[in-house]
Every structure is written in structure tokens, then in C-alpha cells.
């Protein structure tokens, strides 16, 4: 029998044809994405939907019709109905700098600029000679409070003076700097065997997550004058800075006891087998790996620190949203609350967002793969 | 031969204190003990010192004396003469209050975020990530100032607004108005057949979940349980001449009357936690349920299961585990963050007890003591109710 003889039997392959071209590509991913059943349809049209209502409309009233010229709100809107943004553009200065003496304002710029010096052998690991430039990131806090609250041959200039985002910055830097290394002691405290250094720790840690921040910082407004001994008097935003850091350090104690009891018990039993001490163990084996572990929960710490700085406005201080008020006070920017609130909005969003991003590129480069 | 020798107690050295470990924890103990006691002991009597000084002496009598001011919204009874304690008892019911119906939207909120920022569906899940990354890189104070710009300013005054959903809400610039109950008559027969049959529902899940594992068989527990519930305590209803009815909130004058009201700083605020902490939890649920390997879906699909049945059965008793510690301390934030109510004028605990009481008193030492101790034992409480709950589900060790 003739193989040939079937002419319906193939004597060879086939060749492969390509994917149907509805399957592949753009059409492909969009089809098997965003309309793969009914319920996935009906989704992906409603938000398509919600996002052509939306995001048209918000360019049109932030860029298109903004108005950056007028001297008052009625003026913004006899020109048009977008956002007025020429209150921020008259007064992006009280927004950045409170009511700081305009002529001095150098200082808090140079303060910022030696902030972003201090910054870079913190962060960049592989920086050349760091060891140097570390010296000055440690020297930094002294540095920026003689620029800004001057003294030693630069003219004072009193907290009450002192707002916007300057202050924001003040506080939320030096309760992040400060509450960093009392959290590390307050979670070795709580995770160590001594009893009665333990409990003082857990008392403390306790008691600050217990009650809300606000009345820390009425402690720190109205008693704290009470507890020290008279005639000390404590500069308000000082008394601000030692709450905000006493409050973040608990977290960041729960957030970094944590990582110690992640790590496993192996860990802790190799150091002790290599004849380490608890410091040398917890310097060079411990700490290093849990610090790593509890990154994520430590940005996260930083990033409400650096949220709930805004919450001085409640005591007073004129914080950029606690600049609010008095701008809506006066009589030509009156009702213009929306701008406002979507400029400061934006001011946080950056830092806080830059925050978390830098978190989530540490976690990715000190992720080792033993996990 | 050498033998270690353990050193004769005579021969103890002072120098042992901090060098030998059997001592060293000891000695750093005292230390630690005395340094704390003695900077605590200065700071009370710093402060009874600085109270004598001014004057001031410390007791908590202030607190039946007639606090002279008004609370709008409040949850029992409370005028201008009642005593202070009776002003911090309404300010501690409106904490509780936003603090709940909090808790709850935005649980339900977040589960709903969590999960739609996980569909496959790249739209969503990105609109998703917007809304959250948006939500929690914003302070929260400056939501909840900006919700109340919107509440005061975008809704309209109670002589213009026009009742929505059919006359149940009426939301205004003063606040938003919800129907309210009115009880006569027999109603506590219908309370009662409704409790029972509460209780009756219960009873029949334990029964029909054990029924299933002994036998495999499923009974729509669901429509039985509605029904379980509607139709006994319906019949009660109207046998009974139907003793419970709604209060639709009316216009009268320049104002809305009758029904519930929540003031527009409720509302805010309210919408402010809800919004905020909402994002938070779509973020631990997210982390959840990603935490189930993908193997546990497979298998309970290569089981045969349906994807409902994969969710419930399989995937969320897993995820809850990891779920409920974090969700506990954000219930606590909520609850913590409440505090910010005093920033919209709504009468929190902080408001009444750390605000209004203590600027008319100028006990600032006694309702600082107060108010903290306060917010100490709600938070431990929640922390306690919760822990127990994480208790009951978490992986027992075997």
C-alpha cells in the first residue's frame, strides 16, 4: 500500500502559524485584562468612565483655566471659574517659611540645602569617604538650630516666628532623627531578660500607644511648664519636637521589636556560640539583619511622623494647614479653601511619597534572597 | 588534672558588679530602677511645687460643678447646667460613636479597595493604587478640614435642600438628618420575636455547618437564615399593629426637625477616617491575601471548588490570621485619631474634657490625667477585646 494513497494524511508538519491575532498584543493583553467576562467589563467601563469625569475636568481647573495673576479671589474669578492660584504665588512664602524675617530667609535655605549635604552619606551607603562626611551629618542638627534660631553673631529670631513648611520640616526631621535610635534602645529594652527594664519599657511604650497624640501635645502646650523646675521654660516647638519623638519612638520600638522576634532564634544562638557579648551580638549579628526586616514598618513610622506634624496647628503653631485660617481671614482671599487644601496636599504627597518609594528601593537592594 | 573551680562567694570583688554577668543584670536593674524613680519623683514634686506656687491644689470636685456650655450632638440627655462629668460622659458616647461607625465603613471600604486593587483587571487595580497612594501620603487632619469645607460650603442651607432617597436623608450644610425609630405600643413582642430569631439563626448555622461535615450535604443557609429572620418577627409587626415606626426628618422654620441628625463635623469626620483609613486596611488585606501562596487557590481548584467557595473555604480563613494583628491597631488608630475631632468643633472626649472644661476650670493637671487615663483604658480595652478574638483563630501549635 502506497503511503501516498491517503491524500487526507499529511507526510509532514505543518507549519506553525502565529497566535491568533486576537489573542496576542495589544488586543490580546486588553482582551484577556480589561474584558474577560461581564463583571470585568463592567468594571473596566466604570472606571474609564470615573476617570473621564474626572481627570478632564481637574487639568482643566488646575492648568488650563488656573489663574496665577490677581490680587483677590473676586479678581481670579471675574477672569475665570479654574483654580485661583495666585494666592499661593502672593504668599508661597508664608507656606514656606511661616512669618520668618523675609531678609533672613538665606538661613533656613542654607539650613535646608546642609539638610540635603547631611542626607546623602546617610542614605548612599557607597559614598566615597563616608566616614568623614558622617561626621558632619551627625554635626548637622547644631548647625541648622544656630542658623535658624540664630544667635552667636546671627540676629535671633524667636519660635513664634518660626511656620509653614520650615516648621513641618524642624519637627518631623528632628522627631525622625531622634526617635530612630530611642526606639532601638526602647525595643532592646522590651525584648531583653532583665525583668524590671523590661516592664519600665513596656509601661512606657504602652502608655504612649494608648492615648492619642493630641494630648501629648496638650501636655506639651499647657503641663509641661508644671514638670520642669522654675524658671526652666522650654521653647514651645522644643516641647513640640521632645512629644513628637517620644511618641514615635514607641512605635518605632513595637515596629523594630518586631523584626528581633522575626529573625530566627538560629540567629541569636550563632552569636552567643561565637563567644560574642550582647552588645558586640547585637551590633554586628542582631540588629543589622532585624533593622532590614523592619524597614517597611519604620518608613511607615516615619511617614506618620511626618503627617502628624500638621496636628500643631491645634496647639497654635502655624504650620502650613495652620496657615490656613489666617488666610481665609483676610477679607480678599475669603472662600478659596479648595486651592488651599490642594496646594498643602501636594506639599505632603511629595515628601510622604518619596518616603515610601525610598523604602521600597532599600527593601529591594538589601533583599539578600534568604528569605 | 585541672578542674574548673566555680570562685568562692568570700572572695567577691566590687568590680564584679558590672563585670561578672551573674551580677551585672542586677546592677544595671537598680540602676535603671533608681534613675527612673528619681526622675519621676523630681517630676512630681517640680509640679507640686509649681501648683503650690500659683496656688492651685489638686482635686477632681470641678467635676460636678455646672459646666455652662452646650454639646449639639449628644447621645443622652445633657444641658448647659449639667455637671462636668456629665459633659466628658457625652464627649466619651460622640468618640465612641464616630469611632465605630468608622471602624465599620471603613472596614468595609478597605476590604472592598483591598480586593479590586488585586483584580487581574489592570483599569481597576491602577485607579485602585491611585486611590491609595493618594489617601495615605496626605495627613489626615488636612482631610478631615477639607471634608468639613465640603459639608459646610457644597451642601445646601436646610431651606433649600430637598430631601434625597425618597425623604430618608436630608443632608444640609448644618449636618445630614436620618429617620429615627418611634416605639408605641406593643413593640417590645416584635423586639423580642426579632432577638429570638437572631439567636435562632445562630443556632441553625451550628447545626447546618455540622450537618454538612457529617454529611456532606449543603443547605442554602443563607435564604433560610433571611428568612428565619424576616418572616416571624414581620408577622409579629403586624399583628401587633405595627408599634414601630419611622420619624421622617421635617422642615420647620429655618430648620430640619425630627429623625437623627448628625452634625456637619460628624460628618466630616466621619467621612475624613472612613476615607483615610480605609486605604490602610485595603492595604492589609491586599497583603493577606497575597501572603496565601498561590498554590492554596490551585489546589482548591484542582480540588474542584468554585471560586466563591476558594474565597471562603479556602483563601480568607488563611488570610485572616494574617489580617486581624494589623487591623487591630488600626482600629486603634481610628480610635486614637477620633481626637482630631476638636479641630472641626465636633464635642469628642478631647473637645469636652480637654477642651472646653478644662480652658473654664483651668484644671489643666486633672483633665490632662483624665483624658489620657481615659484613652489608655479604651485602647486597652479594644486591644484586649481584639487580641482575644486573634487568639481564637490564630494556628494553634501542635
Same mark, same amino acid.
Given at each position: 500500500m502506497n503511503e501516498n494513497s491517503f491524500? !487526507?494524511?499529511?507526510?509532514?508538519?505543518?507549519?506553525?502559524?502565529?497566535?491568533?491575532?486576537? &489573542?496576542?498584543?495589544?488586543?490580546?493583553?486588553?482582551?484577556? *485584562?480589561?474584558?474577560?467576562?461581564?463583571?470585568?467589563? =463592567?468594571?473596566?467601563?466604570?472606571?474609564?468612565?470615573?476617570?473621564?469625569?474626572?481627570?478632564?475636568?481637574?487639568?482643566?481647573? =488646575?492648568?488650563?483655566?488656573?489663574?496665577?495673576?490677581? *490680587?483677590?479671589?473676586?479678581?481670579?474669578?471675574?477672569?475665570?471659574?479654574?483654580?485661583?492660584?495666585?494666592?499661593?504665588?502672593e504668599r508661597y512664602h508664608q507656606f514656606l517659611f511661616g512669618f520668618y524675617p523675609p531678609e533672613l530667609y538665606w538661613r533656613p535655605v542654607l539650613a535646608f540645602v546642609l539638610l540635603c549635604a547631611a542626607l546623602v552619606p546617610a542614605l548612599w551607603d557607597g559614598m566615597p569617604k563616608r566616614g568623614v562626611a558622617l561626621l558632619f551629618s551627625l554635626a548637622f542638627p547644631f548647625i541648622a538650630f544656630w542658623l535658624i534660631w540664630g544667635g552667636l553673631g546671627l540676629d535671633p529670631v524667636?519660635?513664634?516666628?518660626?511656620?509653614?513648611? @520650615? @516648621?513641618?520640616?524642624i519637627i518631623g526631621v528632628s522627631g525622625i532623627s531622634f526617635s530612630l535610635p530611642i526606639g532601638i534602645v526602647l525595643a532592646l529594652s522590651r525584648s531583653s531578660d532583665m525583668p524590671v527594664v523590661k516592664s519600665l519599657a513596656i509601661i512606657f511604650i504602652e502608655f504612649i500607644r494608648g492615648v492619642p497624640l493630641i494630648t501629648l501635645l496638650f501636655v506639651a502646650h499647657v503641663l509641661l511648664n508644671y514638670f520642669l523646675p522654675?524658671? /526652666? *521654660?522650654?521653647?514651645?516647638? &522644643?516641647?513640640? /519636637?521632645?512629644?513628637?519623638? @517620644? !511618641?514615635?519612638?514607641?512605635?518605632?520600638?513595637?515596629?523594630?521589636?518586631?523584626?528581633?522576634? =522575626?529573625?530566627?532564634?538560629?540567629?541569636?544562638?550563632a552569636a552567643d556560640a561565637l563567644g560574642l557579648g550582647y552588645w558586640q551580638s547585637m551590633r554586628l549579628i542582631i540588629l543589622p539583619q532585624a533593622l532590614k526586616i523592619s524597614i517597611p514598618g519604620i518608613v511607615n513610622t516615619f511617614i506618620a511622623l511626618f503627617k502628624d506634624t500638621t496636628l500643631v496647628l491645634i496647639i497654635g503653631l502655624m504650620d502650613p494647614l495652620g496657615l490656613v485660617a489666617p488666610t481665609l481671614a483676610d477679607q480678599r482671599w475669603n472662600g478659596i479653601y479648595v486651592e488651599l487644601y490642594a496646594f498643602i496636599a501636594f506639599m505632603f504627597f511629595i515628601f510622604c511619597f518619596a518616603m515610601s518609594r525610598y523604602s521600597m528601593y532599600l527593601e529591594r537592594k538589601l533583599h539578600t534572597g534568604h528569605h | 588534672m585541672s578542674t574548673l573551680t566555680v570562685p568562692a562567694d568570700n572572695s567577691f570583688q566590687f568590680s564584679q558588679l558590672w563585670r561578672d554577668g551573674r551580677y551585672r543584670s542586677y546592677t544595671i536593674q537598680i540602676i535603671a530602677l533608681v534613675a527612673t524613680l528619681s526622675v519621676v519623683m523630681m517630676l512630681i514634686s517640680n509640679a507640686v511645687g509649681n501648683l503650690e506656687a500659683l496656688g492651685k491644689d489638686f482635686n477632681f470636685g470641678f467635676l460636678f460643678q455646672s459646666a455652662g456650655y452646650d454639646i449639639g450632638q449628644r447621645l443622652v440627655e445633657y444641658s448647659?447646667?449639667?455637671?462636668?462629668?456629665?459633659?466628658?460622659?457625652?464627649?466619651?458616647?460622640n468618640t465612641l460613636l464616630v469611632a465605630f461607625l468608622a471602624c465599620v465603613s471603613a472596614t468595609v471600604l478597605g476590604v472592598f479597595i483591598g480586593i479590586l486593587r488585586l483584580s487581574s483587571n489592570w483599569v481597576v487595580s491602577r485607579l485602585m493604587a491611585v486611590y491609595i497612594e493618594g489617601v495615605r501620603n496626605v495627613p489626615l487632619?488636612?482631610?478631615?478640614?477639607?471634608?468639613?469645607?465640603?459639608?459646610?460650603?457644597?451642601?445646601?442651607?436646610?431651606?433649600?435642600?430637598?430631601?434625597?432617597?425618597?425623604?430618608?436623608?436630608?443632608?444640609?450644610?448644618?449636618?445630614?438628618?436620618?429617620?429615627?425609630?418611634t416605639y408605641e405600643g406593643a413593640y417590645p413582642a416584635v423586639v423580642a420575636v426579632l432577638l429570638s430569631s437572631i439567636a435562632g439563626v445562630f443556632i441553625f448555622r451550628s447545626w447546618a455547618k455540622k450537618r454538612q461535615e457529617a454529611t456532606g450535604q449543603i443547605l442554602?443557609?443563607?435564604?433560610?437564615?433571611?428568612?428565619?429572620?424576616?418572616?416571624?418577627?414581620?408577622?409579629?409587626?403586624?399583628?401587633?399593629?405595627?408599634?414601630?415606626?419611622?420619624?421622617?426628618?421635617?422642615?420647620k422654620g429655618f430648620n430640619y426637625v425630627g429623625g437623627i441628625k448628625a452634625s456637619a463635623s460628624l460628618v466630616a469626620l466621619w467621612l475624613a477616617l472612613t476615607i483615610y483609613s480605609g486605604a490602610f486596611i485595603a492595604e492589609i488585606v491586599r497583603a493577606g491575601i497575597m501572603a496565601?501562596?498561590?498554590?492554596?487557590s490551585e489546589a482548591a481548584s484542582a480540588l474542584g471548588l468554585r471560586p466563591n467557595r476558594i474565597?471562603?473555604?479556602?483563601?480568607?480563613?488563611?488570610?485572616?490570621?494574617?489580617?486581624?494583628?494589623?487591623?487591630?491597631?488600626?482600629?486603634?488608630?481610628?480610635?486614637?485619631?477620633?481626637?482630631?475631632?476638636?479641630?472641626?468643633?465636633?464635642?469628642?472626649?478631647?473637645?469636652?474634657?480637654?477642651?472646653?472644661?478644662?480652658?473654664?476650670?483651668?484644671?489643666?493637671m486633672e483633665c490632662m490625667l483624665l483624658l489620657m487615663g481615659t484613652y489608655l483604658v479604651i485602647s486597652l480595652s479594644i486591644s484586649g477585646v481584639m487580641n482575644a478574638y486573634n487568639e481564637s483563630v490564630k494556628l494553634k501549635g501542635r
Open positions: 491524500a !487526507f494524511v499529511a507526510t509532514s508538519d505543518k507549519p506553525q502559524l502565529p497566535a491568533p491575532q486576537g &489573542m496576542t498584543g495589544t488586543v490580546g493583553w486588553v482582551r484577556q *485584562n480589561l474584558f474577560s467576562s461581564p463583571l470585568n467589563t =463592567a468594571l473596566t467601563l466604570l472606571s474609564i468612565f470615573a476617570v473621564y469625569s474626572v481627570v478632564p475636568g481637574l487639568i482643566d481647573w =488646575a492648568f488650563i483655566k488656573s489663574v496665577w495673576n490677581a *490680587n483677590s479671589l473676586d479678581e481670579c474669578r471675574q477672569v475665570s471659574d479654574g483654580a485661583c492660584w495666585a494666592v499661593i504665588r524667636s519660635s513664634s516666628e518660626l511656620g509653614g513648611l @520650615l @516648621l513641618t520640616l522654675k524658671g /526652666v *521654660n522650654f521653647d514651645i516647638v &522644643m516641647r513640640v /519636637v521632645i512629644m513628637v519623638t @517620644l !511618641f514615635a519612638s514607641a512605635y518605632m520600638a513595637e515596629v523594630i521589636r518586631g523584626g528581633l522576634a =522575626a529573625l530566627p532564634r538560629g540567629q541569636y544562638e | 448647659p447646667v449639667s455637671p462636668h462629668w456629665k459633659a466628658a460622659l457625652v464627649g466619651l458616647l487632619l488636612l482631610q478631615i478640614l477639607a471634608w468639613y469645607a465640603v459639608v459646610i460650603h457644597v451642601f445646601p442651607k436646610p431651606k433649600q435642600a430637598e430631601p434625597a432617597l425618597g425623604g430618608v436623608l436630608v443632608a444640609t450644610n448644618r449636618g445630614f438628618y436620618i429617620p429615627a425609630f442554602p443557609v443563607g435564604l433560610y437564615s433571611l428568612t428565619l429572620l424576616v418572616v416571624p418577627a414581620g408577622f409579629v409587626y403586624f399583628i401587633a399593629g405595627m408599634p414601630i415606626g419611622l420619624e421622617l426628618p421635617t422642615l496565601i501562596s498561590k498554590g492554596q474565597l471562603n473555604l479556602v483563601i480568607l480563613p488563611q488570610a485572616l490570621r494574617i489580617i486581624i494583628p494589623p487591623m487591630i491597631s488600626n482600629y486603634l488608630n481610628i480610635t486614637k485619631n477620633s481626637s482630631l475631632a476638636i479641630a472641626v468643633g465636633y464635642m469628642d472626649l478631647t473637645g469636652t474634657l480637654g477642651g472646653i472644661t478644662l480652658n473654664q476650670t483651668g484644671r489643666e
